[in-house]
């Protein structure tokens, strides 16, 4: 470990606890080229590694675990992947946590070169990890080590991928809620990720039976019934709002602010209280309950005397309370002229009241904020952003919520786009009108998580189609928000129009022509080919909105003891790459520690995982035999 630049070492100790955290590594710094590729740069930076030997020992053929950092620091991915610890212990492993490049610690000096950001890609992560491999293997008394690749989300893309381009630096992959699949040249369904939000709103997924009609019902009624000004008093008193509805533009506002957080209170339904979506999203440390969505559907189970009827499939349905009757054509309504006597009398007000309630199990989650619903809140914190996504633009586990945004806004986001660059002295091609450098401005310090993410999207077109409409019928979301008659073929030209804003920040290095179908990505990491790989585990939660975007499994399922089932499916030509799809699942629920309250299915994902593990391990030592 000689060559190692040491930049902080935080001591290391031999004897684990039941749950090491970021404390029990030793933090050491690595020299890498800025560019693998562009051997004509001279440029290095270093990047920040998260090293325990205390099950291992040099030169003596024992594995390697090595995770895949993904967009945030890696510390994140440290304290929550307790597999790698778990396993570590038992097959006395190396436990290597490496930070992905622009990211946490590990951002090089960008403020004063040109085009910073050509370097923020995939591929030069790759090439990171595949350097460090080798440099394991040659330096540090790995050389008849298997290294094993551990990620979730774009971390389990990154571990896939690794294993796909470089079969020679790691032995296998255990990717986990990895959207490998849900590129525009996939075939993934453009509201996929809403129909699993329902699915984990339904009685399958252990939520009330009404929840997801009342939800689908009660956002009808507040945009009917908010229309007007007499409708909106009306709202205000029984919804029990800290601010008033003061006009109809504040409708849409307080509508996105009780669907926002279904998304992630679907990811995050774990068995166990967990803060690993609140701190992703929020940088709270505050837990969200075991099973969050079931927690938030509990409320909505009662009858309300509401009722849907009509053709939802088609979104031309009606929604009736009492004696208010609104009739739904898309994004549009109409109603029988109720009178806002007829609205206190239908039980729309419990419904309502009952919705913003129940979705106080995210906003609230720290249990200190008003007895009212401070939806203005929240809205005002959103007006004070300076920057197109910014208010968006926080680090995530699963893919930037950023990045979720924006796409959702793709059909209108080039207009959007120019509004706001011309606000910020930029041109609308994304130049700065007061220079033509490419000189990059934006100090490293500066560069946070959700901004150096939509760089990376932007950068390599990592344009992930799985959420981008949701109320278009399959779901329990309203009102759609695409248009009628919308087709995937008109949604994918223009989803990232939103990244000439980076230029207004000082960063530059984007391609000028975007990939809007992600070709390259598709090219360079062979798409739905997984034929031609070898040794990678899939695995994707059901409750998990990223899941339709990742390598699905076969309808054939393995039955559990308890617990629902675990579905498998082989996909390469030798067996060896399998998906997985684990019933009450999670985002990469299978990375964390083991609970007493996990569902049968992903301990049986566990001991899945630990088997091809294994036989990787193997395979190394047999080929060291020889």
């Known amino acids: 470990l000689s060559n190692f630049v040491f930049a902080l070492v935080v001591i290391a100790i031999s004897s684990v606890e039941a749950h090491p955290t970021a404390a029990n590594c030793t933090w050491k710094f690595i020299e890498q080229p800025l560019s693998h590729f562009a051997r004509g740069i001279a440029s290095t930076y270093q990047q920040r590694l998260c090293v325990f030997d205390g099950y291992w020992t040099p ?54 070169m040109e085009n910073c950001l050509a370097h923020l890609s995939s591929q030069e992560a790759l090439a990171d990890y595949a350097s460090l491999a080798n440099r394991m293997r040659r330096e540090w008394g790995g050389k008849d080590s298997a290294i094993i690749a551990f990620g979730g989300s774009y971390g389990g893309m ?99 602010y009780l669907q926002a957080p279904l998304f992630d209170l679907s990811e995050g339904s774990y068995p166990f209280p967990s803060d690993y979506i609140t701190y992703a999203l929020t940088g709270s440390t505050n837990p969200l ?100 996504l910014s208010s968006q633009a926080v680090p995530v586990h699963s893919l930037s919520k950023a990045a979720r945004q924006a796409a959702r806004r793709a059909p209108h986001m080039a ?60 779901d329990l979301y309203w009102p759609p928000n695409q248009a009628k008659g919308y087709t995937f073929e008109s949604l994918v030209p223009g989803s990232l129009a939103f990244c000439p804003y980076l230029k207004g920040l000082g960063l530059y290095g984007v391609p000028e022509k975007g990939d809007d179908w992600a070709f390259w990505l598709d090219t360079v ?55 997985v799809t684990i019933d009450m699942g999670g985002h990469h629920l299978d990375l964390f520690w083991p609970t007493e309250q996990d569902p049968e299915s992903v301990r049986s994902e566990r001991e899945l995982e630990k088997t091809h593990i294994r036989k990787w391990i193997e395979q190394v030592a047999q080929r060291n035999a020889h």
């Not at 120019?418 to 009108?433: A, E």
Request: net charge negative.
């Open 158 to 256: 990154l571990a896939s991928w690794m294993r796909i381009l470089y079969p020679s630096a790691i032995d296998g992959a255990i990717a986990a809620s990895a959207p490998v699949w849900g590129f525009p040249l996939d075939g993934c369904a453009v509201d996929s990720s809403s129909t699993v939000v329902t699915y984990a709103a339904s009685p399958a997924a252990g939520s009330s039976a009404r929840c997801a009609d009342n939800l689908k019902a009660a956002y009808v009624l507040l945009s009917d019934i908010g229309s007007t000004p007499e409708g909106r008093s009306t709202l205000s008193a029984g919804m029990n709002l800290c601010t008033p509805l003061d006009s109809a533009t504040d409708i849409p506002v307080l509508m996105s």
């Open 525 to 579: 990491y062979g798409g739905t080919r997984l034929q031609y790989a070898s040794n990678i585990v899939y695995s994707n939660g059901n409750l998990d909105p990223w899941s339709p975007a990742g390598v699905s499994a076969s309808a054939d399922s393995k039955k559990s003891s308890a617990g629902g089932a675990v579905q498998t499916k082989a996909l390469s030509d030798d067996g060896s790459v399998v998906s």
């Open 289 to 388: 309950p075991p099973w969050a969505m079931q927690v938030m559907c509990a409320p909505l189970g009662a009858d309300f005397g509401v009722s849907l009827s009509g053709s939802p499939s088609t979104v031309q349905f009606t929604v009736a309370a009492g004696n208010v009757h609104v009739d739904v054509d898309w994004d549009k309504t109409s109603n029988n002229q109720y009178s806002q006597a007829d609205v206190t009398s239908s039980g729309a007000l419990e419904l309502l009241q009952a919705v913003a309630q129940s979705i106080q199990v995210w906003y609230n989650v720290s249990a200190d904020l008003p007895s009212c619903i401070d939806w203005q809140g929240l809205a005002q914190a959103k007006k004070a952003s300076k920057n197109l």
């Open 59 to 112: 030169n003596k053929g024992l594995p390697i675990f090595l995770y895949t950092g993904n967009e945030s620091p890696v510390g994140e991915y440290v304290n929550n992947t307790g597999l790698i610890w778990d396993l570590a212990a038992t097959e006395h492993a190396l436990v290597v946590f490496a930070e992905h490049r622009y990211f946490g610690e590990s951002i090089p000096a960008i403020d004063g």
């Open 415 to 474: 207009e959007a786009a120019k509004s706001d660059l011309k606000s910020q002295g930029t041109n609308v091609d994304g130049s700065d009108r007061t220079s033509d450098s490419n000189i990059c401005t934006l100090p490293a310090s500066s560069l946070d998580a959700g901004t150096a993410w939509n760089a990376l999207v932007c950068s390599e077109s990592i344009n992930l189609v799985n959420w981008w409409a949701q109320g278009v019928g399959n």
